[in-house]
T-cell receptor, first 114, second 112 residues
Framework: DVKVTQSSRYLVKRTGEKVFLECVQD?????MFWYRQDPGLGLRLIYF???????EKGDIPEGYSVSREKKERFSLILESASTNQTSMYLC?????????????FGPGTRLTVL | DQQVKQNSPSLSVQEGRISILNCDYT??????FLWYKKYPAEGPTFLIS?????DKNEDGRFTVFLNKSAKHLSLHIVPSQPGDSAVYFC???????????FGTGTSLTVIP
């Protein structure tokens, strides 16, 4: 069964802290994605990666960075957390096989920045 | 700028009736569309997809219709069940690869 896991379901951090959100998939997928979900705005793409050590900016990369050292793991980093980064963060993965493929999502991390 | 729009934030339907969720897009290069369902405190799960070479795709109680000229797609759920109560997102992709653009979601409530 397809599995995408995220390191925390709920996280509370203070303004200015460095925050790491981890995502692991066990499907040997090439593509991994980080989104944030906010009311009225839907899912917005922050960063994505097509391969190890490779990253591409999505629609809202400002204030975030990512790391992909291994195929199965994709980390989202908030260098200095701010209150406007309070959100639900969703990780997803998909395969390159066949060109386009369904994205499989993790359960999400609800981050609150105080 | 939102390239995929779901103009109805919420929808209530009686159990057993049809639910119709709508989605509009602006980018004519989009040629692959999906619907996801999301329960609270869970990640979205894939529901159904459609490619632009088709105008309809059916999977059990779920049917997606695509009108390319109107840049509009819709998801029909027949008959609606209380377990269908969730937020539904449509998503679209073009020939740029695996990046999907998501709508803002429609919260469906099926009333028993």
């Amino acid at each position: 069964d397809v599995k995408v896991t995220q390191s925390s379901r709920y996280l509370v951090k203070r303004t200015g802290e460095k925050v790491f959100l981890e995502c692991v998939q066990d499907m040997d997928h090439e593509n991994m994605f980080w989104y944030r979900q906010d009311p009225g705005l839907g899912l917005r793409l922050i960063y994505f990666s097509y391969d190890v050590k490779m990253k591409e900016k999505g629609d809202i990369p400002e204030g975030y960075s990512v790391s992909r050292e291994k195929k199965e793991r994709f980390s989202l980093i908030l260098e200095s957390a701010s209150t406007n980064q309070t959100s639900m963060y969703l990780c997803a993965s998909s395969s390159l096989a066949g060109g386009r493929d369904t994205q499989y999502f993790g359960p999400g991390t609800r981050l609150t920045v105080l | 700028d939102q390239q995929v729009k779901q103009n109805s934030p919420s929808l209530s339907v009686q159990e057993g009736r049809i639910s119709i969720l709508n989605c509009d897009y602006t980018n004519s290069m989009f040629d692959y569309f999906l619907w996801y369902k999301k329960y609270p405190a869970e990640g979205p799960t894939f529901l159904i997809s459609i490619s632009s070479i088709k105008d309809k795709n059916e999977d059990g109680r779920f049917t997606v219709f695509l009108n390319k000229s109107a840049k509009h797609l819709s998801l029909h759920i027949v008959p609606s069940q209380p377990g269908d109560s969730a937020v539904y997102f449509c998503a679209a992709s073009g020939d740029t690869g695996n990046q999907f653009y998501f709508g803002t979601g429609t919260s469906l409530t099926v009333i028993p």
